[in-house]
């Protein structure tokens, strides 16, 4: 799940906020780096990741709770950014057509928001899962 934004290294564009399908981040209200302020309803798409131009956001694999990371440690490793590398998200028009196949994501999507909501439950059990609407 949604881990941590590297600060130093976010531009403030916001593209993580739109791509977000559950809401979890909000804008800066300094016009810097997005809060995250719904942890609890990532549902570890690792589409913010994908979406983040500077390569500044860091999501842990773990789908059922946050993971324990050192932001230095995970600087220093190379993988900021391997999601867009992966991807090839940036490759030059013509090349290759990396969003060819990102049709097959919605099932994947579905499954997430399922299990975002289940661990918003176990860990709020007087309450409902907040909407994913806006």
Known sequence: MIAHIFEDLCNGCDACVSACPTHVFDLSPTGGA???ARP???QTCFMCE???PADAIYVGA???RPEPFDPEAIRASGVLG???RDHLWDAPAGDLEPLKEYWRLGP???EGAQIAAARYKRQHPQGDPP???P
Do not use: E, H, K, N
């Open 34 to 36: 997005p809060v995250i």
């Open 40 to 42: 609890d309803q990532c």
């Open 50 to 52: 994908l979406y983040c």
């Open 62 to 64: 773990d789908q059922t």
């Open 82 to 84: 391997q999601m867009r």
């Open 108 to 110: 994947f999507l579905g």
């Open 131 to 133: 909407s994913a609407l």
